[in-house]
Protein backbone atom coordinates (compact mmCIF):
# COMPACT_ATOMS: atom_id res chain seq x y z
CA UNK A 1 0.00 0.00 0.00
CA UNK A 2 1.28 3.46 -0.79
CA UNK A 3 1.35 5.88 2.15
CA UNK A 4 1.93 9.67 1.79
CA UNK A 5 2.00 12.44 4.88
CA UNK A 6 1.97 16.03 4.64
CA UNK A 7 2.55 18.88 7.39
CA UNK A 8 3.64 18.34 10.70
CA UNK A 9 2.53 14.65 9.87
CA UNK A 10 5.00 14.08 7.55
CA UNK A 11 7.53 15.64 9.89
CA UNK A 12 6.83 13.81 12.67
CA UNK A 13 7.13 10.53 10.74
CA UNK A 14 10.12 11.71 8.80
CA UNK A 15 8.98 10.75 5.73
CA UNK A 16 6.42 11.84 3.00
CA UNK A 17 5.75 8.30 1.30
CA UNK A 18 6.61 4.61 1.50
CA UNK A 19 5.26 1.53 0.08
CA UNK A 20 4.18 -1.22 2.88
CA UNK A 21 3.47 -4.75 3.21
CA UNK A 22 -0.11 -4.05 5.19
CA UNK A 23 -1.33 -7.43 7.58
CA UNK A 24 -4.50 -9.60 6.13
CA UNK A 25 -7.17 -8.25 8.34
CA UNK A 26 -6.95 -4.57 8.16
CA UNK A 27 -9.71 -3.35 5.89
CA UNK A 28 -10.42 0.33 6.75
CA UNK A 29 -8.41 3.61 7.83
CA UNK A 30 -9.06 3.43 11.16
CA UNK A 31 -7.27 -0.39 11.47
CA UNK A 32 -4.51 1.16 9.28
CA UNK A 33 -3.83 3.65 11.84
CA UNK A 34 -4.08 1.46 14.92
CA UNK A 35 -1.65 -0.79 12.96
CA UNK A 36 0.70 1.59 12.03
CA UNK A 37 0.77 3.23 15.92
CA UNK A 38 1.31 -0.33 17.17
CA UNK A 39 4.75 -0.75 14.81
CA UNK A 40 6.28 2.20 15.62
CA UNK A 41 6.14 5.03 18.42
CA UNK A 42 6.62 7.82 15.47
CA UNK A 43 3.59 6.77 14.16
CA UNK A 44 2.04 6.84 17.54
CA UNK A 45 2.93 10.13 18.24
CA UNK A 46 1.77 11.23 14.61
CA UNK A 47 -1.73 9.97 15.11
CA UNK A 48 -1.85 10.78 18.72
CA UNK A 49 -4.15 13.88 17.88
CA UNK A 50 -6.69 11.62 15.87
CA UNK A 51 -9.51 13.64 15.22
CA UNK A 52 -7.63 16.41 13.86
CA UNK A 53 -6.70 14.40 10.91
CA UNK A 54 -8.21 13.90 7.74
CA UNK A 55 -7.94 11.19 5.41
CA UNK A 56 -8.13 10.64 1.60
CA UNK A 57 -8.02 7.33 -0.48
CA UNK A 58 -6.60 7.75 -3.77
CA UNK A 59 -7.13 11.44 -3.35
CA UNK A 60 -10.89 11.40 -2.46
CA UNK A 61 -11.46 12.85 1.31
CA UNK A 62 -13.24 10.05 3.40
CA UNK A 63 -13.67 9.29 7.13
CA UNK A 64 -11.92 6.35 9.32
CA UNK A 65 -14.38 3.55 8.09
CA UNK A 66 -13.24 4.10 4.38
CA UNK A 67 -12.99 0.27 3.47
CA UNK A 68 -9.12 0.06 2.25
CA UNK A 69 -7.44 -2.20 -0.56
CA UNK A 70 -3.20 -3.17 -1.31
CA UNK A 71 -4.15 -1.18 -4.37
CA UNK A 72 -4.48 2.19 -2.45
CA UNK A 73 -2.84 5.31 -2.31
CA UNK A 74 -3.85 6.30 1.20
CA UNK A 75 -3.14 9.93 2.84
CA UNK A 76 -3.12 11.48 6.05
CA UNK A 77 -2.73 15.33 6.82
CA UNK A 78 -4.19 18.11 9.10
CA UNK A 79 -6.92 20.49 8.70
CA UNK A 80 -6.15 21.96 5.33
CA UNK A 81 -5.02 26.17 5.36
CA UNK A 82 -4.84 26.88 1.88
CA UNK A 83 -5.61 30.24 0.09
CA UNK B 1 -11.17 26.05 -17.04
CA UNK B 2 -7.07 25.76 -15.95
CA UNK B 3 -6.18 24.84 -12.82
CA UNK B 4 -2.69 25.12 -11.87
CA UNK B 5 -0.66 23.70 -9.06
CA UNK B 6 3.16 25.36 -9.09
CA UNK B 7 5.93 26.37 -7.11
CA UNK B 8 6.17 28.95 -9.91
CA UNK B 9 5.21 32.85 -9.08
CA UNK B 10 2.42 34.34 -12.15
CA UNK B 11 2.30 37.51 -13.84
CA UNK B 12 -0.68 38.63 -13.65
CA UNK B 13 -1.04 40.60 -17.67
CA UNK B 14 0.33 36.97 -18.86
CA UNK B 15 -2.29 35.14 -16.69
CA UNK B 16 -5.18 37.64 -18.45
CA UNK B 17 -4.27 36.74 -21.47
CA UNK B 18 -4.34 33.43 -21.40
CA UNK B 19 -7.87 33.83 -19.41
CA UNK B 20 -9.16 35.94 -22.31
CA UNK B 21 -7.67 33.61 -25.28
CA UNK B 22 -9.73 30.89 -23.64
CA UNK B 23 -12.86 32.76 -23.54
CA UNK B 24 -13.13 36.27 -24.49
CA UNK B 25 -16.75 37.14 -24.32
CA UNK B 26 -17.08 38.67 -20.64
CA UNK B 27 -18.93 41.28 -19.43
CA UNK B 28 -17.69 40.98 -15.82
CA UNK B 29 -14.05 39.42 -14.73
CA UNK B 30 -13.32 39.28 -11.55
CA UNK B 31 -9.40 38.85 -10.23
CA UNK B 32 -8.53 37.69 -6.52
CA UNK B 33 -4.77 37.75 -5.40
CA UNK B 34 -3.75 36.11 -1.97
CA UNK B 35 -0.36 37.05 -0.82
CA UNK B 36 1.95 36.21 2.09
CA UNK B 37 1.38 38.97 4.80
CA UNK B 38 3.79 40.50 6.35
CA UNK B 39 3.17 39.89 9.64
CA UNK B 40 5.89 41.01 12.03
CA UNK B 41 9.10 38.58 11.97
CA UNK B 42 7.76 36.39 9.36
CA UNK B 43 10.76 35.31 7.07
CA UNK B 44 9.10 32.71 4.89
CA UNK B 45 6.05 30.74 4.56
CA UNK B 46 6.30 26.76 3.92
CA UNK B 47 3.33 25.36 1.92
CA UNK B 48 3.48 21.83 1.88
CA UNK B 49 0.75 20.48 -1.18
CA UNK B 50 -0.66 17.23 -2.27
CA UNK B 51 -0.26 18.44 -5.69
CA UNK B 52 -2.64 15.33 -7.45
CA UNK B 53 -5.32 15.97 -4.70
CA UNK B 54 -5.67 19.95 -5.23
CA UNK B 55 -5.91 19.66 -8.92
CA UNK B 56 -8.98 17.38 -8.50
CA UNK B 57 -10.26 18.89 -6.08
CA UNK B 58 -9.97 22.15 -7.51
CA UNK B 59 -11.31 20.94 -10.56
CA UNK B 60 -14.64 19.25 -8.66
CA UNK B 61 -15.18 23.30 -6.87
CA UNK B 62 -14.62 25.33 -9.65
CA UNK B 63 -17.52 22.80 -11.69
CA UNK B 64 -19.61 22.98 -8.44
CA UNK B 65 -19.41 26.93 -9.49
CA UNK B 66 -20.12 26.66 -12.56
CA UNK B 67 -23.43 24.97 -11.78
CA UNK B 68 -23.72 27.97 -9.21
CA UNK B 69 -23.25 30.62 -11.37
CA UNK B 70 -22.98 31.35 -14.66
CA UNK B 71 -19.30 31.47 -15.56
CA UNK B 72 -17.55 31.56 -18.97
CA UNK B 73 -14.00 31.04 -17.74
CA UNK B 74 -12.05 30.07 -14.75
CA UNK B 75 -8.31 29.89 -14.09
CA UNK B 76 -6.90 29.01 -10.18
CA UNK B 77 -3.63 29.41 -9.90
CA UNK B 78 -2.46 27.81 -6.26
CA UNK B 79 1.32 27.92 -5.47
CA UNK B 80 3.42 25.74 -2.80
CA UNK B 81 7.08 25.58 -1.74
CA UNK B 82 8.82 28.70 -0.14
CA UNK B 83 7.21 31.78 -0.43
CA UNK B 84 8.83 35.43 1.29
CA UNK B 85 6.13 38.37 2.92
CA UNK B 86 4.86 39.52 -0.06
CA UNK B 87 4.89 36.94 -2.45
CA UNK B 88 1.71 36.07 -4.30
CA UNK B 89 0.18 32.52 -3.20
CA UNK B 90 -2.80 32.35 -4.98
CA UNK B 91 -5.08 33.61 -8.23
CA UNK B 92 -8.38 33.12 -8.95
CA UNK B 93 -9.96 34.82 -12.30
CA UNK B 94 -13.31 34.66 -12.74
CA UNK B 95 -15.37 35.51 -15.87
CA UNK B 96 -19.29 35.80 -16.62
CA UNK B 97 -21.69 37.61 -18.61
CA UNK B 98 -22.90 39.85 -15.65
CA UNK B 99 -20.43 40.56 -12.14
CA UNK B 100 -22.73 39.39 -9.73
CA UNK B 101 -21.69 36.01 -11.18
CA UNK B 102 -18.22 36.21 -11.55
CA UNK B 103 -17.70 38.12 -7.81
CA UNK B 104 -19.89 35.80 -6.31
CA UNK B 105 -17.91 32.37 -7.99
CA UNK B 106 -14.85 34.19 -6.99
CA UNK B 107 -15.71 34.41 -3.51
CA UNK B 108 -16.85 31.08 -3.24
CA UNK B 109 -13.69 29.44 -4.96
CA UNK B 110 -11.68 31.35 -2.85
CA UNK B 111 -13.63 29.89 0.15
CA UNK B 112 -13.12 26.21 -0.61
CA UNK B 113 -9.38 27.08 -0.87
CA UNK B 114 -9.02 28.32 2.40
CA UNK B 115 -10.21 25.31 4.33
CA UNK B 116 -10.83 22.48 1.74
CA UNK B 117 -7.97 22.65 -0.76
CA UNK B 118 -5.28 19.92 0.25
CA UNK B 119 -2.13 23.07 0.91
CA UNK B 120 -0.33 23.92 4.54
CA UNK B 121 0.84 26.97 5.86
CA UNK B 122 3.90 26.82 8.02
CA UNK B 123 5.32 30.63 9.15
CA UNK B 124 9.11 30.35 9.26
CA UNK B 125 10.22 32.97 12.48
CA UNK B 126 13.83 33.51 13.34
CA UNK B 127 12.75 31.66 16.40
CA UNK B 128 10.40 29.49 15.87
CA UNK B 129 7.78 27.47 13.08
CA UNK B 130 4.52 27.65 13.12
CA UNK B 131 1.70 25.45 11.21
CA UNK B 132 -1.23 27.61 10.82
CA UNK B 133 -4.53 26.18 12.06
CA UNK B 134 -7.45 26.06 9.99
CA UNK B 135 -9.84 28.48 10.94
CA UNK B 136 -13.30 28.28 12.26
CA UNK B 137 -14.02 31.08 10.82
CA UNK B 138 -13.01 30.41 7.58
CA UNK B 139 -15.07 26.92 8.03
CA UNK B 140 -18.24 28.76 8.52
CA UNK B 141 -17.62 31.24 5.36
CA UNK B 142 -17.39 28.03 3.23
CA UNK B 143 -20.57 26.31 4.50
CA UNK B 144 -22.85 29.51 4.37
CA UNK B 145 -23.32 28.82 0.91
CA UNK B 146 -25.79 26.83 -0.40
CA UNK B 147 -25.95 23.14 -1.32
CA UNK B 148 -22.29 22.63 -0.49
Known amino acids: ?83 | MDINITKDDFDLTEELEIFNKNSSDHGAVSIFIGKVRPENGLQSMQIDCYPEMAQKEIKNMAEIACSKWTLNNIRVLHRYGSLKPNDNIVLVITGSSHRSDSMSANQFIMDFLKSSAPFWKKEIYPDKEIWVEQKESDLRKLYQWENF
Not at chain 1, 39 to 45: C, G, T, W
Not at chain 1, 50 to 76: C, G, T, Y
Open chain 1, 1 to 83: MNLKYFAWIAEIIDKREESLEIPSGIETIGQLIDYLSSIDEAYKKAFEKRKSIKFAVNQVLVNENELISKADEVAFFPPMTGG
